[in-house]
């Protein structure tokens, strides 16, 4: 099961404390859930957020091999 979150600390800290560019339109969410649409950093780009669907994918949907 994927839990909800919070993403409630000001751009600023966020910026200091993963050492990464945030753009202005970041905006903190406080009750994230499951199919939303959220800020994750990725090993692919770790310099700044990627966006990601959050959660698991339903069963019903193709699977990558």
């Not at 969410?29 to 339903?58: E, R, T």
Request: glycine share 6%; aromatic share 14%.
């Amino acid at each position: 099961m994927f839990e909800r979150y919070s993403i409630c600390s000001p751009k600023e800290m966020v910026m200091e404390r993963f050492d990464i560019e945030i753009a202005n339109t970041f905006k903190p969410v406080y009750n994230a859930g499951p199919s939303m649409l959220l800020p994750v950093i990725v090993m692919d780009h770790p310099n700044g957020f990627s966006k990601c669907y959050w959660g698991q994918p339903p069963g019903w949907t193709k699977k990558n091999q």
